[in-house]
């Protein structure tokens, strides 16, 4: 995702801002993806409520973010 | 910067509905994946994968969806139907639709991410309006299970505003705590606007000289209605801005700017919205009064995929806005319900055209429209109005029969009887105000007998 728009997307070309945080996002997905067992309770779901917020960044670049749900998401 | 997403909101047609169709096929894809009651739709429709939308026009192979349908599944299958695309134990917030209708409420689920989303939605109508996080906002709303401004209160507290949830006051301590907190944006229904503004006269409370410059609308048409909107505006002293949503969506898709251009921008990055003649279900062009249909991007737990709302719009292009946005506008919000029209004795009506008439005397405080049946066979149309002083005499009755002569003349020469109700007779709201009251006998069907009431809109 980070790469560049998907296939048959309009030209969206995040700017080193926008790219970081939407790496963010992926960081923590896969982090929770991953580890989610691992984390306490506080960790876990503080990560949900954030990687929530920052999925709004990825969509609303364009950049089709997945949906989660299985993750708490 | 005037544009919560510039990006989006800036983008050139062509590119904007790429981003759509991109985001349909994908939608599509979830949807036949996750959702086997919307996938169904799909399927009779020919659609088995995203890929086979070629287009946007394409999705108008698929049959709109129904509230009765939607209905049918949740009465068949309670709480919720088999609209569900996750399993329940994935939400975090429950919802329903206000229940003003008099029948059963449709509920919803949401996830975290969903409700995110929801409160993104606000975003655009928040910022897109000049609230900023220095902003103190107040929400005269009851905290319930209806989803109203529960999306907006979120949507204040992402910006950094001070956010004060006013649920469980009366409305003159809600007033009270608007003047004490410095309050600057206030977000309530039309109706309760006013209700908010004539409390706060007889306070002896100047609304005018209080900080209070910006109103975020939303519940009801009137918002959009100009002679409505410009009694609040005067009334508070503040600019006021419609929004509209639907429990349906979880959410607003379309909010006014701050160039107030007579109409509010349909959210077109999150969702597609088409609009149909009601009966032949063809689009209208630009400039036309047809039905929405729509169609969400943003909430994955309630795939929403040709919804039919029965609200009455006239789409036109982003260009009659000086703004900058490319989102298209719903030029007067929503115009009324295709449920909404009455005929009398041959003649159409709509409430909205005769609350615009009675709005334009700012002496009126409340109304209310009482359809009837004489003789069992002759309907009649009365509207009731309550004045905010008490003059009595051939004065008044001189004024209730120019009002009378007004509405007439705008209903084709119907006549339509006026009355004055003593103060403080007509019922008060604080939710989706019902001045429309249907007392009309069906023929074949025992007198006194109502008809259906309309089911409930955008809020």
Same mark, same amino acid.
């Given at each position: 995702m980070t790469d560049g728009p998907p296939p048959g997307a309009p030209d969206v070309v995040p700017s080193d801002a926008e790219r970081a945080l939407v790496q963010a996002y992926e960081l923590l997905v896969d982090t929770l993806r991953e580890h989610a067992d691992d984390l306490p309770p506080f960790a876990a779901r503080n990560a949900v409520k954030a990687a929530a917020a920052l999925w709004q960044v990825a969509n609303g670049l364009g950049l089709d973010p997945e949906h989660p749900y299985e993750l708490g998401l | 910067m005037a544009f919560w997403n510039p990006r989006s909101e800036t983008l050139p047609r062509p590119e904007l509905e790429a981003l759509q169709l991109r985001k349909l096929r994908l939608l599509v894809d979830r949807t036949l994946r996750d959702a086997p009651w919307q996938a169904e739709r799909l399927r009779a429709a020919g659609i088995t994968a995203g890929q086979d939308i070629a287009s946007l026009q394409d999705l108008r192979r698929v049959t709109p969806l129904t509230r009765e349908e939607w209905?049918?599944?949740?009465?068949?299958?309670?709480?919720?139907? /088999? +609209? =569900?695309?996750? !399993?329940?134990?994935?939400?975090?917030?429950?919802?329903?639709?206000?229940?003003?209708?008099?029948?059963?409420?449709? /509920? +919803? =689920?949401?996830? !975290?991410?969903?409700?995110?989303?929801?409160?993104?939605?606000?975003?655009?109508a928040f910022w897109g309006f000049g609230v900023r996080p220095v902003d103190t906002v107040f929400f005269a709303f009851s905290y319930g299970a209806f989803v109203g401004f529960w999306g907006a209160h979120y949507a204040a507290e992402k910006l950094g505003c001070l956010t004060l949830a006013g649920g469980n006051m009366t409305t003159e301590a809600r007033v009270r705590q608007i003047i004490d907190t410095e309050t600057t944006v206030v977000c309530s229904t039309p109706t309760y606007a006013l209700r908010m503004a004539q409390e706060a006269e007889a306070m002896g409370v100047d609304l005018i000289s209080s900080p209070v410059r910006r109103l975020i609308l939303s519940g009801e048409p009137a918002g959009s209605i100009p002679a409505t909107k410009a009694l609040i505006e005067r009334r508070w002293g503040a600019a006021a801005a419609?929004?509209?949503?639907?429990?349906?969506?979880?959410?607003?898709?379309?909010?006014?700017?701050?160039?107030?251009?007579?109409?509010?921008?349909?959210?077109?990055?999150?969702?597609l919205e088409e609009v149909v003649d009601p009966e032949s279900d063809e689009p209208v062009g630009y400039g036309e009064v047809g039905e929405r249909v729509v169609t969400s991007f943003g909430r994955g737990f309630v795939p929403v995929i040709r919804y039919r709302t029965r609200d009455l719009v006239c789409r036109v292009q982003a260009s009659d806005c000086g703004c900058g946005r490319t989102f298209d506008i719903y030029a007067g919000g929503i115009r009324g319900r295709v449920d909404d029209m009455k005929v009398i004795r041959g003649t159409n009506v709509y409430l909205r055209a005769i609350e615009q008439i009675v709005r334009r005397r700012s002496e009126i405080d409340e109304f209310r429209v009482r359809l009837y049946t004489v003789d069992g066979i002759r309907d009649e149309i009365e509207v009731s109005v309550e004045r905010s002083d008490e003059a009595h005499g051939p004065e008044v009755d001189a004024w209730l029969s120019a009002l009378g002569r007004e509405l007439s003349s705008a209903h084709e020469g119907l006549r339509i009887e006026v009355a004055l109700a003593e103060q403080g007779s007509l019922p008060r709201f604080e939710l989706k105000a019902k001045r429309l009251v249907d007392e009309r006998e069906v023929w074949g069907a025992p007198a006194g007998t109502a008809q259906t009431p309309p089911q409930e809109g955008s809020r």
């Open positions: - | 209905m049918e599944t949740q009465l068949a299958d309670p709480p919720f139907g /088999a +609209v =569900l695309a996750q !399993p329940r134990e994935r939400a975090m917030r429950y919802h329903t639709t206000s229940g003003t209708s008099g029948g059963r409420p449709l /509920a +919803v =689920l949401d996830s !975290p991410k969903d409700w995110e989303w929801i409160c993104e939605m606000w975003c655009y419609d929004t509209a949503g639907m429990t349906e969506l979880g959410t607003i898709f379309m909010f006014e700017c701050e160039h107030q251009p007579g109409g509010a921008h349909i959210i077109e990055d999150h969702y």
